[in-house]
């Protein structure tokens, strides 16, 4: 699974899930964030509200370049911050060392451009407020809320305590204290609101992963009871038919033979029996394959829009295009990233076609796959084509034409589609559910 996730990190915007989209979107947010303070509340006041004398400009140039240095470590380790809080990885405490030590050694050159006088007491306000967030916001991804809080507020302490001797009253003090409360507040909720934000939507990405395996798994099991409900019987009965024209046989009684023919007739009815067992399974509605479709697309927050009506349509018609319609929706939800899907259902000269289409360019990754091989074997069956692949930018179209009658050789009349003689090869599992 974290290996899945990482290897996002290297493929195109149109390629990424929601989740991907929405962490990437975040993580530069929180990239520009930091420069942007560093612009706006470090380098601008300094530049305007330093005095040009070679002292002042030295602590100035020293406060400007560890500044920009606090920026790169914390671009650095937003992303193995952000995978420590989802639980990824670990974050060693050692890797913020060098953040430590830039956030101290920031925190004495504003100490002592106020000591000195080399820099306005406003200025030196928002130079705290800036040097705070740039460590702020890695390190509120990487203690616990509380923890987060109390060393915050006994950093707010230190910084009280060491304006007192250089401030020039109280209202400055007070100043201090508000910039201190600022930034660790702002650094706390920037940070863990977004990362908040982001597990629970990953935690809802895993969720509709383990739904679709709990389908597939649920259907697996249906179709397995319904197995053994028709053959566990008939099984049990043959094994002691056989077992008794065993023992007739060996003493020469004529009556084996009677008891061999009943277990050849529960044989062959046993065989029927699972044949209408697995056509059951392989049959689908189609008007209740389009409104499951529609349902569970707009579910998972897809624009979901079907036309079309199926009356008329013969049953065997109806069950194959239902299966594509199944398949076709089961490739949205699990391989692409869509947000709108248009299903069409119209009946020309002949044929009915159905046309799934998407704009969730992953499902482009199922093409080759064995659901849509599957698909093409169930509408030979009913001599149906199916044709898949993009057809633009990120869209991702599935077509599936089937006569609306089949003509059956050596009649007279067309026969409709579900009349049809069945392949050997559909007394099977259908290659085209999904697993």
Not at 14 to 20: I, L, P
Not at 69 to 76: A, I, R
Not at 293 to 308: F, H, K, N, P, R
Request: charged share 20%; with cysteine; hydrophobic share 50%.
């Amino acid at each position: 699974m974290f290996g899945r996730i990482r290897g996002w990190q290297r493929r195109h915007w149109r390629d990424r899930s929601k989740a991907e989209r929405v962490e990437l979107q975040s993580l530069i947010t929180w990239y520009v964030t930091t420069w942007v303070f560093y612009g706006t509340w470090l380098l601008l006041p300094l530049v305007g509200g330093v005095r040009h004398e070679p002292g002042a400009l030295t602590l100035g140039g020293l406060l400007v370049a560890v500044g920009a240095l606090q920026c790169v470590w914390t671009n650095l380790l937003t992303r193995p911050a952000l995978d420590h809080y989802l639980g990824r990885s670990t974050l060693p405490g050692r890797r913020l060392l060098v953040p430590t030590a830039l956030l101290g050694t920031g925190l004495a050159l504003i100490v002592a451009l106020q000591a000195t006088g080399a820099a306005e007491s406003f200025t030196c306000r928002l130079l705290l407020g800036a040097v705070l967030m740039a460590y702020g916001l890695v390190y509120a991804l990487v203690v616990p809320r509380q923890v987060f809080l109390r060393r915050g507020a006994l950093l707010g302490v230190v910084c009280v305590a060491a304006s007192v001797p250089v401030a020039r009253g109280p209202v400055e003090v007070l100043m201090v204290a508000f910039l201190t409360v600022f930034g660790v507040l702002f650094s706390l909720l920037a940070a863990r609101c977004g990362a908040w934000t982001l597990s629970v939507l990953w935690e809802a990405e895993r969720a509709r992963e383990v739904e679709a395996r709990l389908a597939v798994a649920e259907e697996r099991l249906r179709f397995g009871r319904d197995l053994h409900d028709v053959m566990g019987r008939n099984l049990a009965v043959i094994a002691l038919k056989s077992e008794l024209a065993v023992q007739l046989a060996r003493r020469g009684r004529p009556e084996a033979v009677e008891q061999m023919i009943e277990v050849q007739r529960i044989a062959r009815e046993s065989q029927r029996e699972v044949r209408d067992v697995v056509r059951g399974y392989r049959e689908a509605d189609l008007g209740v394959e389009l409104a499951g479709a529609q349902g569970v697309l707009t579910a998972a927050g897809i624009d979901c829009e079907v036309s079309g009506e199926t009356a008329g349509l013969p049953a065997r018609v109806q069950s194959a295009l239902g299966w594509v319609v199944r398949e076709a929706t089961t490739n949205v939800l699990r391989h692409g990233d869509a947000r709108r899907c248009t299903v069409g259902l119209r009946v020309s000269e002949g044929l009915a076609v159905l046309t799934v289409e998407n704009d969730g360019a992953d499902a482009v990754a199922d093409g080759g796959g064995s659901g849509l091989a599957g698909l093409r074997e169930r509408l030979a069956a009913v001599d149906g084509t199916l044709t898949a692949g993009p057809v633009g930018d990120g869209v991702f179209r599935v077509v599936a034409e089937v006569p609306v009658a089949v003509v059956v050789e050596g009649a007279g009349d067309p026969l409709p589609a579900g009349d049809a003689a069945t392949p050997a090869g559909d007394s099977g599992v259908p290659s085209g559910v999904v697993v």
